[in-house]
Structure formats: structure tokens, C-alpha cells
């Protein structure tokens, strides 16, 4: 028998985890601890013809990764934005994030998910 050979990449989330590999563990994680959170599309719709992604027409931009509330306290809004490598905050999303936050919302950019571990248990230490 003849035994193939794998043609993926292992996942190596804390060597180097792309902004993907991090969304989903952030999501997961605050849907474990008592979170309605969803991943929000930045990225718009692919064009096939013009080979690139055109903008969503109603979509605002700089609005988070991810976005949601608290089901223990419905008021409270959570918006995470995801950098991963060399990615940088655009004006919009820190426009976006500062406005939240000044509402009295949670608001904060994440590299990785330890990362945002670290700055959501300095925030909330007791859940």
C-alpha cells in the first residue's frame, strides 16, 4: 500500500497564526464564555472578471472583525479588529473602536489569540 504524503500545512497557532487561525479562536472562545459574537465581512464580494474583491455597497467601513454583545448584559457591544504579520489599524477602524469604547462599549485589536487573552483578562480578570 502506498502511503501518500500530506499536501497541507500543519496548523502552527502559536509559532505564527494568520488572522483567521486568531478570529476563530477569539470567537470561540467568547461564545464559551457567554458571548453572541459573529465574524463580520470586511471583505466584500470577489469580482471573477476583474480578477479582485469589490466593496459590499452598504457596508461601513472600519467596523471590526468581530462584533457582538454580552448575553449576561445585552447593552454591552464587543468589537474586535485582527492584525496578523505586518497588518496595520486603518483610521476607520480606529475611528470605529475609539467611538465604541467611548460609548461605553469593549473595544480592542488583537495580534494573536494570546494576545487577546492577555488584554481581555486585564480587563475583565473575574470571567
Not at 480578477?51 to 455597497?57: A, E, M, V
Not at 472583525?65 to 457591544?77: E, N, S, Y
Request: avoid cysteine; charge should be positive.
Amino acid at each position: 500500500m502506498e502511503q501518500r504524503m500530506r499536501t497541507y500545512r500543519k496548523a502552527t497557532y502559536k509559532d505564527s497564526p494568520t488572522a483567521n487561525q486568531t478570529t476563530k479562536s477569539i470567537v470561540e472562545y467568547l461564545k464559551l464564555n457567554g458571548f453572541w459574537v459573529w465574524r463580520n465581512n470586511t471583505f466584500g464580494i470577489y469580482d471573477e472578471a476583474e480578477k479582485k474583491y469589490r466593496p459590499l455597497q452598504y457596508q461601513q467601513r472600519g467596523v471590526a472583525d468581530i462584533i457582538g454583545f454580552d448575553l449576561r448584559d445585552k447593552a454591552r457591544f464587543v468589537a474586535i479588529e485582527i492584525k496578523a504579520g505586518a497588518d496595520v489599524v486603518s483610521t476607520e477602524q480606529h475611528d470605529f473602536l475609539s467611538i465604541l469604547n467611548d460609548a461605553g462599549g469593549v473595544s480592542m485589536v488583537a495580534h494573536s489569540f494570546d494576545d487577546f487573552l492577555t488584554k481581555w483578562k486585564r480587563r475583565f480578570p473575574y470571567r
